[in-house]
């Protein structure tokens, strides 16, 4: 699916309303760019995801004119890596995240009908 300056998609999605719930948080979330990525994987991951593989996530942001990533924020393993990254990205202080508040501390976990994940291992 795609929207004016984004595009959906996905190889292992559990269905279409994968796809069309992440558009609609892109669309619809005020903050910055990093607030509705964030706020997309969150939407997709809640409503169904990806099938259970790969066991992980990553949200990185690109800036014009410069070199590198200006935000780079990963989970390499964990039962539930969407949630993960939003607990991770709650967590984070940087300049790339806005006023969405769902990014604003403390964590709450964002899907209603879905289990709280396990605390991250240390």
Same mark, same amino acid.
């Given at each position: 699916?795609?929207?004016?300056?984004?595009?959906?998609?996905?190889?292992?999605?559990?269905?279409?309303?994968?796809?069309?719930?992440?558009?609609?948080?892109?669309?619809?979330?005020?903050?910055?760019?990093?607030?509705?990525?964030?706020?997309?994987?969150?939407? =997709? +991951?809640?409503? #169904? @995801?990806?099938? /259970?593989?790969?066991?992980?996530?990553?949200?990185?942001?690109?800036?014009?004119?410069?070199?590198?990533?200006?935000?780079?924020?990963?989970?390499?393993?964990?039962?539930?890596?969407?949630?993960?990254?939003?607990?991770?990205?709650?967590?984070?202080?940087?300049?790339?995240? =806005? +006023?969405?508040? #769902? @990014?604003?501390? /403390?964590?709450?976990?964002?899907?209603?009908?879905?289990?709280?994940?396990?605390?991250?291992?240390?």
């Amino acid at each position: 699916m795609t929207g004016r300056y984004y595009a959906c998609q996905g190889n292992t999605l559990t269905g279409r309303e994968v796809i069309v719930a992440m558009a609609k948080a892109y669309e619809e979330t005020k903050g910055s760019l990093a607030d509705r990525l964030m706020a997309a994987l969150i939407a =997709g +991951d809640c409503v #169904g @995801g990806d099938s /259970p593989w790969p066991p992980g996530g990553g949200h990185p942001r690109c800036e014009e004119g410069r070199r590198g990533l200006l935000l780079e924020l990963h989970v390499d393993r964990s039962d539930d890596a969407v949630i993960e990254l939003a607990r991770r990205y709650v967590e984070l202080k940087h300049d790339a995240k =806005g +006023d969405w508040p #769902g @990014g604003q501390p /403390p964590f709450k976990h964002p899907c209603k009908d879905r289990p709280q994940p396990k605390p991250p291992a240390k």
